[in-house]
């Protein structure tokens, strides 16, 4: 079975420019999040879905960020306009939401981004 | 107070030993604790859920104490490719949503 899709899987860009980054979650998961990760922060929540709709985006930085999830098959995770503080290793996460409890999630190979 | 709470390490053991690993968390209403694994430059991996009797999976052995909101990893007869950083991940009561430690890292050598 295909886990987590993420494009692309790097990504230069020089400050100022749109980034979009890109994730289809494991099929029949129904919740989806996005994360940042660097050394100094750490993994930090970004902003999660669930059955398609935004629950939590507190963890989005500012404006400049923002995330679609158009379909159960595909997310979206923007950045206008990118600035060098933005990069970062950007993971995309899925999981099933039972209600049982039990939310493991499952990671994609995460994009690797660079702001010059 | 940090969410997750872990000893960054790094445990450098050598092949063969066992070593623990501890973490506290401050969310009492956390109702789903998870170890995860990730090697350098890659994603997180779920290595084991957490369940309140305790559970084994081969090596590894997960304990969770909810009264004084703590977890522990025991890996046994450790591996080189056991070296990696494991991370504690308490849910967040009541939400679908993971809370990751900062991590523990293990180097594991000949």
């Known amino acids: 079975d295909a886990g987590v899709i993420q494009s692309p899987r790097h990504e230069v860009t020089e400050m100022g420019q749109e980034v979009t980054l890109r994730c289809k979650p494991i099929s029949g998961h129904n919740s989806l999040f996005w994360y940042r990760q660097t050394m100094m922060r750490g993994l930090e929540l970004l902003i999660y879905?669930?059955?398609?709709?935004?629950?939590?985006d507190s963890g989005m930085p500012e404006d400049r960020f923002s995330a679609k999830m158009p379909n159960a098959s595909f997310s979206t995770l923007k950045i206008q306009p990118s600035e060098p503080r933005d990069s970062a290793v950007y993971f995309c996460?899925?999981?099933?939401?039972?209600?049982?409890?039990?939310?493991?999630?499952?990671f994609g190979p995460g994009t690797r981004l660079t702001v010059t | 107070r940090k969410e997750v709470e872990q000893d960054p390490g790094p445990f450098n053991v050598p092949e063969g030993a066992t070593v623990a690993f501890n973490c506290t968390y401050s969310n009492s209403a956390s109702q789903s604790f998870f170890w995860y694994r990730q090697d350098c430059r890659k994603e997180p991996k779920l290595l084991m859920s957490v369940y309140s009797s305790g559970n084994e999976d081969g090596r590894f052995t997960a304990q969770l104490n909810r009264a004084s909101q703590y977890i522990s990893l025991l890996i046994r007869d450790s591996k080189l490719s056991d070296s990696a950083t494991y991370l504690c991940v308490p849910s967040s009561g009541g939400y679908n949503k993971l809370i990751f430690g900062a991590g523990t890292r293990l180097a594991v050598h000949p």
């Open positions: 996460a899925s999981s099933l939401d039972r209600g049982t409890g039990n939310y493991e999630q499952y």
């Open positions: 879905f669930n059955n398609n709709v935004p629950i939590d």
